[in-house]
């Protein structure tokens, strides 16, 4: 009797070491069915570092102890962390005020303002659809490369390019001089710094501008990516006109170099994940 006493207090000591090593990160809700590390569940779950979350044909509420908020539709599916979710399938809103991610594709998504509210999707052919609703989100690639700002109202649609140059660039947009640099500023809120000859007679210009990201040009202590320009001219009807954007930018380290990243503007906002 004992020695079955002795298992007993073990096992609790046991079970209760192993729950005090698993911290909770926040906890999720559904008006109806959805799965959590694979268990189906109906109505709320603890929710812990790395939990898979999978919805079916009712939205998933998350929320994080951070004051993170995260809205997954209908047929989703994602990987929460406590400083992002990885989306593999499906849409997410995603409300927040810190530096938390939403990553989709090798893209990662951060609010840039206070209180930023927009949504996330990924749409065939490996389209991953940015919009925002409140504030702005940055779009970087997997090394840390910004490449849009996605402002109040506006929606970017990036489609993964495989075969393109891994540095290679495109885009629309202003051209600027500053204490003898020059800076391009794309329709979708990102600045360069650009070289390359004849830059000056285009300054104060709209432009349609091709190039290369130079290697190591990764934003190090916030400096803008430098572009080497190939090709340089005002944005007549040679352009990609001034309702739409185009920008290719191509992984620069990693194992990821040779995909890079179709940007162009959605002409509607996508709408937020409703119930």
């Not at 207090?9 to 999720?28: D, E, K, P, R």
């Not at 640099?181 to 710094?193: A, I, R």
């Not at 070289?195 to 210009?205: A, N």
């Not at 572009?227 to 007549?236: E, P």
Request: aromatic share 6%; glycine share 14%; net charge neutral.
């Amino acid at each position: 009797m004992l020695r079955k006493l002795l298992v007993v207090v073990v096992l609790m000591c046991t079970i209760s070491y192993a729950s005090a090593g698993t911290v909770s990160i926040g906890s999720a809700s559904a008006r109806g069915d959805m799965r959590v590390d694979s268990n189906l569940v109906k109505g709320n779950a603890t929710l812990f570092d790395g939990s898979v979350v999978e919805t079916g044909i009712a939205t998933a509420d998350l929320r994080l102890d951070k004051g993170t908020e995260i809205t997954m539709a209908t047929s989703s599916r994602g990987i929460l962390y406590s400083d992002h979710l990885v989306l593999q399938q499906g849409q997410s809103q995603l409300a927040t005020s810190s530096s938390f991610q939403l990553q989709a594709n090798g893209l990662r998504v951060t609010a840039i303002e206070p209180n930023s509210r927009g949504v996330v999707s990924l749409k065939p052919g490996n389209t991953v659809e940015v919009a925002t609703l409140n504030g702005s989100f940055g779009v970087a690639n997997a090394q840390g490369i910004l490449l849009a700002s996605v402002r109040p109202g506006h929606a970017l649609s990036f489609a993964m390019q495989a075969g393109t140059g891994s540095t290679a660039f495109s885009g629309v947009g202003l051209l600027s001089s500053e204490n003898g640099h020059y800076y391009f500023t794309s329709e979708t809120g990102v600045q360069y710094e650009v070289t390359g000859r004849d830059l000056k007679k285009y300054v104060g210009q709209k432009v349609v501008l091709m190039g290369t990201v130079q290697a190591g040009a990764a934003q190090a202590g916030g400096a803008a990516p430098v572009i080497a320009v190939n090709s340089i001219h005002t944005n007549g009807t040679e352009g990609y006109g001034t309702g739409k954007s185009l920008l290719i930018l191509g992984a620069i380290l990693g194992p990821a170099a040779g995909i890079g990243y179709a940007i162009h503007e959605v002409t509607q906002p996508s709408s937020p994940a409703s119930r």
